[in-house]
C-alpha cells in the first residue's frame, strides 16, 4: 500500500511553537492535563503497518517502559520490546496505524521512544491524524480509504538512540482525532508512541443514562496525587480488571503514623454519582487498610485550575471503609452521603498506603 504523507498541517505552527521537552519533565509537561490516547490497555489498536519483521507494532502502545533481554534472539534476530522493521526500505519511510483508546481526543504532545535501539534505531520521525468513523466496523482502517484526510501532527523530527523523545504542540488541536499514523524515516526501531491529549467522549443523548463518570474513556482524567512510586494513578480510570499488580496504583510503603495517599480525579462530566467501586484485584498482600472518597463542585475555569486537596469545598461521599484483597467493594444507596448534589471531582484516599486496581464514580450527567 502506497502510503502518502499530508500537505496540510492540523497544527498551528506559524512561529515554530513546537516545543521539545525534556525526558525529566514530561510528566509534569503531560501528567495532570492529559492521558495517552493510544494507550493499549485502554482500547487503542495497531490496524495495520508497512513492516514489522524484526518486532511487532502492537509493542508501540505498551503502557510500561521497554526492556531489554541481551543475548536472546528471534529466528529473526535479536528480540526487542519495541516496534523494529527490515534494513533498506525503498520507501521513504515506514508507518504504524493506531485507532484511538477512546472515541476521540484532542492532541497536545507526542512521545517517541526509542529505548534501547542503539545502531538500528529511527532516525527521524513523524506523526499525523485524522477523523474517521465506519459505522460497520470499527476497527476498519482509514489508511486503506484513499478519501481519508490526514492532518500533519508532528513534522519530521529527529530521534537519537535509546532515548525518550517528547514535543509538546503550541496548543491543544482544535480538531478531536480518532486515529494516528506514526511515521518512521526511513526504517529502524521504535519501542514506544505515546500520543498526549484530551479525551472526548460521544455520550448518549439526554441525562437520564448511568456512566462511569471518572472512566478515562469517558474523560475523567487524574489530575493530582501523593505518591505513584510503583504504579500509576491513572491506571484506577482504565477499562477491565487488568492482569496483575502492575497495571493498578500502588505507593510506597509509609513509616510514619497518620500517613495517607491520594489521588484527585475530575470527572468526564459533572454528575451526582450513585455508586463507587474500589477494586483491590491481584493486591493480596499490599491492599490498603480502608479508603474514604470525598467530592467538591469546583467551578475554577482558568487553564490547569484545579481543587487543592486542603480546601473546605471537598465534602466526604464515602465514610472509612475496611478493604479486603483482590476484591471489588461495592458502595451505594445508604453507603453514600450528600446523594443528589452534583460534583465535578473526588478525591479517593487510602489508609495508610497499598494498591488499588479500579476506581469506578457511577452517576448521572447534571446539567
Not at 274 to 287: P, Q, R, W
Not at 319 to 327: N, S, V
Request: aromatic share 10%.
Amino acid at each position: 500500500m502506497n502510503v502518502q504523507v499530508p500537505l496540510r498541517s492540523g497544527v498551528d505552527d506559524k512561529s515554530g511553537l513546537i516545543r521539545l521537552v525534556k525526558p525529566e519533565d514530561i510528566q509534569a509537561t503531560f501528567g495532570s492535563k492529559c492521558i495517552d490516547l493510544v494507550s493499549g490497555p485502554l482500547g487503542a489498536a495497531v490496524l495495520s503497518f508497512s513492516d514489522e519483521f524484526f518486532a511487532s507494532a502492537i509493542n508501540l502502545i505498551t503502557p510500561t517502559p521497554p526492556i531489554q533481554k541481551v543475548g536472546v534472539y528471534t529466528p529473526n534476530g535479536a528480540w526487542y520490546d519495541g516496534w523494529e522493521t527490515r534494513r533498506h526500505n525503498p520507501n521513504s519511510f515506514d508507518y504504524v496505524t493506531i485507532k484511538f483508546g477512546v472515541a476521540s481526543g484532542q492532541i497536545l504532545g507526542v512521545e517517541i521512544d526509542t529505548g534501547f535501539f542503539n545502531g538500528n534505531h529511527a532516525p527521524a520521525a513523524a506523526v499525523e491524524a485524522c477523523v474517521y468513523q465506519n459505522a460497520g466496523d470499527e476497527l476498519a482502517d482509514p489508511s486503506k480509504d484513499s478519501t481519508v484526510e490526514w492532518d500533519l501532527i508532528l513534522p519530521i523530527q529527529p530521534c537519537g538512540p535509546s532515548a525518550r523523545h517528547a514535543w509538546r504542540l503550541p496548543q491543544t488541536t482544535e480538531k478531536a482525532y480518532t486515529h494516528a499514523r506514526l511515521l518512521m524515516y526511513p526504517d529502524g526501531g521504535i519501542a514506544r508512541f505515546r500520543l498526549y491529549g484530551i479525551a472526548q467522549p460521544v455520550f448518549p443523548p439526554g441525562l437520564d443514562t448511568v456512566l462511569d463518570l471518572a472512566s478515562l474513556q469517558n474523560g475523567g482524567r487524574v489530575i493530582a496525587f501523593s505518591d505513584q512510586h510503583y504504579g500509576t494513578a491513572s491506571n484506577l480510570l482504565l477499562p477491565g480488571r487488568g492482569v496483575d499488580m502492575g497495571d493498578g496504583w500502588e505507593t510506597k510503603r509509609s513509616r510514619r503514623e497518620g500517613h495517607i495517599d491520594w489521588a484527585i480525579i475530575r470527572l468526564g462530566a459533572r454528575g451526582t454519582i450513585s455508586k463507587l467501586i474500589v477494586d483491590t484485584a491481584h493486591f493480596i498482600g499490599n491492599f490498603p487498610q480502608a479508603i474514604t472518597v470525598k467530592a467538591c463542585d469546583f467551578m475554577g475555569g482558568g487553564e490547569g485550575e484545579q481543587p487543592d486537596r486542603k480546601v473546605d469545598a471537598w465534602v466526604e461521599i464515602l465514610g472509612p471503609q475496611k478493604c479486603r484483597a483482590h476484591y471489588e467493594h461495592v458502595f451505594e444507596g445508604d453507603a453514600l452521603t450528600e446523594s443528589g448534589k452534583a460534583w465535578t471531582h473526588v478525591m479517593l484516599t487510602m489508609v495508610p498506603d497499598g494498591g488499588v486496581k479500579r476506581f469506578r464514580v457511577f452517576g448521572t450527567r447534571a446539567v
